[in-house]
């Protein structure tokens, strides 16, 4: 059966609209693996909760008339037009005569079912309408015990329903992004799937061969079983796109040998969870983390860039006094290598990039000079006192304020998450964190940025940040905290706590 591969838009309006659908289609190879791991226990009918365009369905035929099979092809979906869609290529009517229009995780099926497939819709928390938001949080409250953490997207409720629909000794298996298993709500949702349900195998890609390139997302396949929990799983990594492995693996119930496209490893439950599913098997780590040598802080949301982060001749313009004005970096590009100096930000004011933030403080509008009232008086016209960060300031113009950090780090990078000296001074908005050493004696920072520049510390990065598409990885304030810091570098360079160096002990602070 020939399976209809869909191109992905690269961005504009078509693109916009597979956000807010969620809807990115499954490519043929990885949908039959996935309905072949499900259906390998002998189920006489398949379940999509999400059925889109038909990709499932059309690997769950594929693998039935190759078996001399049948097999009962039910679904929901919400999305008429794109179910309509779904004939042809291989699904006629009556293949799709059991999908129901209805929303699988608000008003659920009866189920239960013994074999779920999915490819979820990946709608982002802060997409969601509130009233949805609030009802797919009390979802998670009565599965869990306690509701997950805001941030979880709807995939994340796709997955506890299907779960909770399915039948004893049945299985399911979702294609998901990362952040399923490093979102901040992880530890809660997969501690209790570990406690309910056995977890099978883990299959990650590498970026080049992600089932949805050119897509800001880090792919993973979760195939879970409804039994009793064991204390290992495999956890694979598929290195070839397209491959007829996966598929004659995920059929065998994953007990025949890979090839050359598929590493498999077995692991311990409990040092996946804690070391995350979506990352490699950890070997031994160091002790130390960067925590241990320094504070790492967010850098600063102005509320309103294009008010507050002004360019050298636009503050000039406005007669900014200068004691208003604070030396700032707000694009990681705008600091092309790893240290930003003086010269760094001539270039940057040369190209008429901003350099200066309007670093007020909360004194009356009164107290400030006239061409400083004339400005927030335009920042008021415009609604700037309604937007969502500035709401909530006091008054809406106060600026956040940070001591100046000897390092930054650009934590949203492709493959160039990196480290930066500050060695001009700046202040940094939110596409860097700011990081703190324990010390400023010139030594301990001259070593410890040896330290965190080394190719084994910067390589540690994907064992604490969230990972996306094409290998770029995302790193919060306390992950950054525990990154390890290889014990065989801190000796030679002969880094030591800042407490037991002689002659300063100051923090630099929050």
């Not at 320094?294 to 002004?310: K, S």
């Not at 313009?317 to 990681?332: I, K, N, Y």
Request: hydrophobic letters at 40%; charged letters at 25%.
């Amino acid at each position: 059966m020939r399976v209809t591969q869909h191109k992905i838009p690269a961005g504009g309006p078509a693109r916009e609209a597979l956000r807010k659908k969620g809807q990115f289609w499954t490519p043929g190879w990885v949908a039959e693996a996935m309905a072949g791991y499900v259906l390998s226990a002998g189920s006489n009918h398949l379940f999509d909760p999400a059925v889109g365009e038909g990709a499932f369905f059309r690997a769950a035929k594929s693998i039935a008339a190759e078996r001399e099979r049948e097999v009962l092809l039910l679904g929901t979906e919400i999305d008429p037009g794109v179910l309509r869609r779904a004939c042809g290529d291989g699904l006629t009517k009556h293949d799709l005569s059991r999908v129901e229009l209805r929303d699988f995780v608000l008003s659920p099926p009866d189920g239960p079912y013994r074999a779920i497939v999915a490819n979820p819709p990946y709608i982002r928390h802060h997409r969601l309408p509130r009233d949805v938001k609030e009802s797919v949080r009390s979802l998670g409250a009565a599965l869990l015990g306690s509701p997950l953490d805001g941030r979880a997207g709807l995939h994340v409720y796709f997955l506890l329903r299907a779960l909770q629909l399915l039948a004893d000794a049945g299985r399911l298996a979702f294609i998901m992004p990362a952040d399923t298993c490093e979102g901040v709500f992880a530890h809660s949702l997969w501690r209790w799937i570990a406690r309910n349900y056995r977890l099978d195998a883990v299959i990650t890609f590498e970026p080049e061969a992600s089932p949805f390139p050119g897509v800001d997302t880090n792919p993973l396949i979760f195939c879970i079983r409804k039994a009793s929990p064991e204390e290992s799983f495999l956890w694979a990594r598929v290195s070839q796109g397209n491959t007829s492995e996966l598929k004659a693996w995920a059929l065998s119930g994953f007990a025949r040998e890979t090839g050359a496209a598929i590493t498999v490893h077995e692991r311990s439950l409990s040092e996946a969870l804690a070391t995350g599913l979506s990352r490699p098997p950890a070997g031994r780590r160091s002790a130390a983390t960067l925590g241990d040598y320094a504070q790492v802080l967010r850098g600063i949301a102005t509320g309103a860039n294009d008010f507050f982060f002004l360019t050298r001749n636009r503050a000039a313009s406005l007669q900014v006094p200068d004691e208003f004005l604070v030396p700032a970096v707000g694009r990681t590009r705008d600091v092309r290598g790893d240290e930003i100096t003086e010269q760094t930000l001539q270039m940057l004011d040369a190209a008429g990039r901003p350099t200066l933030l309007l670093s007020l403080d909360g004194r009356p509008v009164d107290s400030f000079p006239p061409s400083v009232r004339e400005y927030l008086k335009h920042g008021e016209e415009i609604g700037l006192p309604e937007k969502a960060v500035l709401g909530q300031r006091r008054p809406w113009y106060r600026m956040e304020t940070r001591r100046v950090p000897s390092f930054l780090f650009a934590y949203l990078g492709r493959r160039n998450a990196r480290f930066i000296r500050n060695t001009a001074g700046v202040r940094p908005l939110t596409s860097f964190l700011c990081v703190y050493p324990q010390s400023r004696n010139p030594q301990f920072l001259d070593r410890l940025w040896e330290v965190v520049c080394h190719p084994e510390t910067v390589a540690n990065l994907r064992l604490v940040g969230k990972s996306y598409g094409s290998g770029a990885i995302k790193v919060e304030p306390r992950a950054l905290e525990r990154l390890p810091l290889p014990e065989v570098i801190l000796r030679e360079v002969g880094l030591r706590s800042a407490r037991l160096l002689e002659g300063q002990t100051q923090s630099e602070g929050s």
